[in-house]
């Protein structure tokens, strides 16, 4: 099966808020061209940003350049219900990947980005409540429509999607993925979804910028060893994993991401890669 996104980085949206430099439609336009120059195409939204509001900014920009939409990869995910969302007496944040909750939401997402589809459409969380076949129904319905072309997961283990991709082909699951969370590294998880044909996103690749002193040190060796930075070494670590996940920024800051785009063939020795992975640890494999 072909890889859905065949580049090293994508641009997340959950932050967007933070940024007032991106305040208005023009300004986010002006970033979305600049990273499709640098041949940074694919945009990772979910309904829960900023309840909607970053869809809705992205959509907004989308429409001064129309033309721009063909360019660009639009991922988004649904099925997490903030507790002010809930229209319930009990008032509860939850999941819901019900058939007709998932169609609505992704109607809603297709509205606020103004674009008739979605490339990519995630289930965000694992539903304990999930019914399979419901679920498997429902998303190939939305490729059928054509408001989705291909579908996903996010945050699932094997155990989570191997029944649905039995039944639809799931062609991405993004995973929480960095130095700092090392768990599906370690428990086969990245070989088994290689071998499913399944690509993975990372979120999180900096940990929001928080790793520990011991590992920025480690970061530091290693960045001066490549005359590069410290995240983009922690970039690299991740790139460096079978599948070769897909890394998505979080950041909204033109240096960062054009950091990130300028080093992402870097690859670390094998040495280096267990450095780090040591120095994130605490301990040396066994
Ligand atoms: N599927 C899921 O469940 C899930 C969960 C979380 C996130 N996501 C997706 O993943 C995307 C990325 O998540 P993330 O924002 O946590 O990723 P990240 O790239 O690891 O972190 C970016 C954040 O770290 C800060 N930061 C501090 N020092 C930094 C440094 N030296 N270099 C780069 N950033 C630094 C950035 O602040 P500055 O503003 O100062 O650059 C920004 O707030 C989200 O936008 C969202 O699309 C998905």
Request: aromatic letters at 6%; charged letters at 15%.
């Amino acid at each position: 099966m072909t890889a859905v996104l065949n580049q090293p980085l994508a641009i997340g949206m959950m932050r967007l808020a933070d940024y007032p430099e991106l305040a208005t439609a023009q300004q986010l336009l002006g970033l979305v061209l600049r990273c499709a120059e640098q041949g940074v195409t694919t945009f990772d939204h979910a309904d829960i940003y900023g309840a909607g509001q970053c869809e809705a900014k992205f959509g907004e920009a989308l429409a001064i350049k129309p033309s721009v939409r063909s360019q660009l990869t639009l991922i988004s995910k649904a099925d997490i219900v903030a507790r002010d969302a809930d229209d319930s007496p009990w008032q509860v944040k939850h999941y819901n990947s019900s058939a007709e909750y998932l169609v609505q939401q992704v109607d809603a997402s297709l509205r606020r980005l103004r674009t008739d589809y979605l490339d990519g459409f995630l289930l965000h969380r694992p539903d304990p409540l999930m019914r399979v076949d419901e679920l498997a129904d429902v998303l190939q319905g939305l490729i059928a429509s054509g408001k989705v072309r291909w579908v996903g997961v996010s945050n699932f283990a094997p155990a989570h999607w191997s029944a649905l991709a039995a039944a639809v082909p799931l062609r991405c699951n993004q995973i929480e993925l960095s130095l700092a969370a090392q768990a599906a590294v370690w428990d086969g998880q990245l070989q088994h979804m290689a071998a499913k044909g399944i690509q993975v996103m990372a979120w999180s690749p900096l940990a929001g910028g928080r790793f520990s002193s011991n590992l920025k040190q480690a970061l530091q060796a290693v960045a001066e060893a490549h005359g590069a930075t410290v995240e983009q070494i922690a970039l690299a670590w991740v790139r460096a994993l079978p599948g070769a996940p897909v890394c998505v920024l979080g950041s909204l800051r033109w240096q960062r991401i054009s950091d990130a785009v300028s080093a992402s063939a870097l690859c670390l020795s094998r040495q280096e890669w267990f450095y780090l992975a040591e120095a994130a640890r605490g301990h040396a494999v066994a």
